[in-house]
């Protein structure tokens, strides 16, 4: 209506009751209502109004909702009453500008609650029970209790048994078999994935949070040449894949090729989840490669080629946080984390897999630690699908990479063309002079 209206932050105190069990309107079911009244009403609307006024007003208002939270399958419902006094100067047109702000705002905070709680669902698991929480404190408790009991018990159990009163017949019978031939010792096998020790992160002590993610593998169709361009691909360097992996506004710096080690800066990122927003500059990720062609033991046409550590380098204050409503106000947070990616093919499909652990160190905001857990899955889940696009991309049409005497011989061709080159020219400027030799003497 021409005319602008601010707010500083809105508090009210707000008083809960379980509706669990009842049916609502529309035979929704029943779980939380909520009289949310505002205790900072004094001067709250700085009011601007526009044409043909001018001018400045500061008015106080009172006033309460009540709110109602109830669901039907996969549905979140909420709705409002609410009721605002409002002291008013008498400034003709006013009453219908705050009639109109105070619909308007109480419907759209109300979609927002909304959204909100349907995000948080998509990644909601059962609550702990009452007893679950008790055996847990237990365990925690009895713990540094038991452990020495059990590594004595397992010691005991790993010594052998000399008393020959204790052996039974069948096993004196067995003894001299047991003497003839001892089995070999295993043979030592490499580490798996799952066995391979985590990086060290640098700031994950100080988290007050841990957020880990498991992501299944990505896939995406190679085009172009298919499977032929897959194989091409991850037959190049580790280097040469890790760079076809970088999109758009990424930066591949070597820190030490002979030990495989990267400097990888992304681009900077803004996200929005749950009503609120999240900006990051860009960050930095110190990242070890290991080559793990021949890991899948040749099962299967799936084919290992490549794993790498990227380890977060930049996490002080690295995520701007800004809370929607009803907080409207911005966090700096701390992070730390680390990330393990496994890259492989498949015929002519590019496959990638990641396992994410970050460390935040959190303010205490209710709600916050929902929406950093939503925050890290999404991402980590979205840059896996991102890398396993670019790699097919990259696929698409790659060709075979150059065998050593290949390269030796295009550094020849780049080192002789300068002098092959002015022979030439030599000779063309030689032959158009006419038809008869220079002289001998």
Partial sequence: MGSTISIPAPKFLTQLRNLRGQVTSGAYEGRLEGDLVLQNGEGIFTLQL????RSTLTISAAGWTRAQISWKGDEIVATNYVEVGIKLPKVPGLSNIMEFFVKSYGTQSTQDCTDALARAAEVARPPETPLQIVEEKVKEFFTPLTEPEAEETE????????????????????????????PAPPEEQPPSYEELPPPVAPGMEEANLVVTVKIDPKKRRVEGLGAEGAANLMAGSDRQILEAMAQEGWEVEVVDESRNLYMLSLPPVLYE?????????????????????????????YKDRIEGDLVLQNGENIFTLQLGFPFRSTLTISAAGWTRATVGWDGDKILSSNYVEVGIKLPKVPGLTNIMEY?????????????TDALARAAADA???????????????????????????????????????????
């Avoid at 526009?50 to 006024?53: A, D, I, Q, S, V």
């Avoid at 052996?167 to 003497?179: G, M, S």
């Avoid at 925050?375 to 890398?387: E, I, L, N």
């Fill in 399 to 441: 060709r075979p990479p150059e065998s050593p005497l290949q390269s030796i011989e295009e550094k020849m061709k780049e080192l002789l063309n300068p002098l092959t080159d002015g022979n030439e020219d030599a000779e063309d400027a030689l032959m158009a002079s006419g038809p008869g030799r220079p002289s001998s003497r």
């Fill in 375 to 387: 925050f890290v899955k999404s991402y980590g889940t979205q840059s896996t699908q991102d890398c």
């Fill in 273 to 301: 989840v749950m009503g609120s927003t999240i900006s990051i500059p860009a960050p930095r990720f110190l990242t070890t490669l290991r080559n793990t062609s021949g890991r899948d033991g040749g099962k299967g046409s």
């Fill in 155 to 182: 010691a005991a159990e790993r010594e052998p048994q000399t008393d020959e009163d204790d052996i039974p017949v069948e096993a004196e019978l067995a003894q001299p078999l047991q003497t003839e031939a001892e």
């Fill in 50 to 53: 526009g044409f043909p006024f």
